[in-house]
């Protein structure tokens, strides 16, 4: 008996296969290849379809299956909109994944709200309550639980962290991602070091042999490590922000731990103490002191493991 | 058949009989008058005990108590935090309460959860699951309701939004209530208009024949009605805190709606508008469209309608 997580990003996908412990035993990892609408469909039925096929081979039964998706899943009409995958404003994924899947349970979830339960599952959230992923990626949301719960609000797109706004006056730069990830995100990260080398005609440091407009986050935080100046100064006040962003969950949800995770946490988990630091400054006093700050245990397997953990709890609930 | 709820506030003491339909019955009002510590539990229950007896002579039975306190109400302890009452750090309510209350059963809570709970029952807030009330008064604070249910955190403290970080750098000014509140509480805005009048020598507007000292944020208001340059400057600076506010709340939460009261609103509900089309720049744009933006139907009865609904609630518990 065993389930399967599907995890679902917008560059690829990986498929594992998990014990009721949570123990994976067989997983893959497929590139997306710039597919696109119905093609990704396609690659996700069929690598489940043949793990079905696989591990019922081995006279084993796979009883329930959880995807995390890039965006928002519907609860309702089980469409999905990910807003990296072309053609997926609102793609049918659920009826596609019950064809293959037959009788097997099928759930889906946003990758926010995989990420906190497979670190509730199997990673740093085990046995709390009110915890928060804070996924600093490409990108920047959160997966908030409350009393146990995955936060959802009215519309399910609750946690929307990367629209945080934490820097006044409101510029027109902040109008297609949020300020938060404007100034914080890998993305944003990348676009500032780009912006300071533009201007800065007499640089000398790490990354002056890089062509500018392909500096990417991790060239910028291995320029860190120099102490490279721009680089220094992008990360720094990128620290600003996240001690800010941290310290409004914690004035605001009261949580037991807040886990730091997405690509940047990665390079910088190093950082968690000067954000703490951060954090603390801005943040309600008491609520500050009750919280942990913690890199995400699971790292790039967050997403396959809350995948998982969406297909064991299903299982369940129809028990 | 009826329940009794009991508002304590910073400077009176608020108690209604309602009926089990929510209807006041009876009601009273009586100022602290610099009571501190004990006296104030005593004034409390002194006046619990005189209506569980009057309510009894005319036939008629309290059977449940509410009460709402300006602070923090342990569930553990049942002792309440509140920073505004004299010795109030660890103050055993509970215990004396109960003593009074015989075998009536009694509920405490935190003013924020009162509010929102008042407004679900007989407010702006009935049949919502995800509405937040943002009470702007002397200090600003949320009540947060998350499928129905009050949002508490790991220590119930959750909702402290006067800390909200909206402003880079870190002054040290906001050491001691938050960021939000130093800008855009009633004592921020009062503080604020204090500040430039001390700057301006040549200022005639209509808060000329004031004592600095003495403006209160009712005598800003006064002064924004008649476009005075330093109300109008101070006001439009707390509609820009009050958007980035009400944004991060629709981001985070994708509530349905947004309740704002307190004192300010009040006067400030005239600006909901302008609140709304800061908060639109700002927000997840999805989650923008979905929320209502609404003043609280209560007004300053929200804290005694919510601790006759906690009453009311316990007693549907209890059944």
Chains 1, 2 share one sequence.
């Not at 690598?47 to 096929?53: A, C, F, P, S």
């Not at 990108?139 to 945080?164: C, K, Q, Y």
């Not at 990260?189 to 790490?206: Q, W």
Request: glycine share 12%; net charge negative; charged share 20%.
């Amino acid at each position: 008996m065993c389930v399967l997580g599907v995890d679902l990003g917008g560059t690829k996908l990986a498929l594992a296969i998990f014990s009721m412990e949570g123990r994976i035993l067989a997983g893959e990892s497929v590139p997306l290849e710039n597919r696109k609408g119905t093609e990704v469909g396609k690659l996700i039925t069929e690598h489940i379809t043949r793990l079905i096929d696989t591990v019922e081979n081995q006279d084993n039964h796979i009883r329930s299956i959880g995807i995390s998706v890039p965006g928002i899943s519907r609860t309702d009409s089980g469409s999905v909109w990910a807003p990296n995958i072309t053609g997926w404003d609102d793609y049918p994924l659920m009826s596609e994944v019950k064809n293959a899947a037959g009788k097997i349970p099928v759930t889906i979830d946003s990758d926010r709200a995989c990420y906190i339960l497979g670190e509730l599952w199997q990673g740093n959230a085990r046995g709390c309550n009110n915890v928060i992923f804070l996924a600093v990626g490409t990108g920047i949301g959160a997966g908030i639980l409350v009393n146990g719960e995955v936060l959802r609000g009215s519309h399910d797109i609750a946690g929307a962290t990367g629209w945080m706004a934490l820097n006044k006056p409101f510029l027109d730069e902040y109008k297609d991602c949020g300020c938060f990830e404007y100034y914080a995100s890998g993305e944003g990260i990348a676009k500032a070091a780009r912006a300071i080398l533009k201007e800065e005609s007499e640089y000398s440091g790490e990354l002056k042999n890089k062509n500018p407009q392909e500096i990417s986050s991790y060239d910028v935080f291995t320029a860190y490590e120099y102490r490279d100046p721009v680089a220094v100064k992008v990360i720094e006040s990128c620290i600003g922000f996240w001690g800010m962003a941290v310290a409004n969950l914690v004035s605001l949800f009261n949580p037991e731990k807040i886990i730091m995770g997405g690509g940047v946490f990665g390079p910088a988990i190093s950082l968690i103490p000067a954000i703490r630091e951060e954090a603390v400054k801005w943040a309600q006093p008491v609520s500050i002191n009750q919280v942990r700050i913690e890199p995400s245990a699971l790292r790039g397997e967050a997403g396959v493991y809350g995948a998982g953990f969406l297909a064991l709890r299903a299982l369940s609930k129809i028990r």
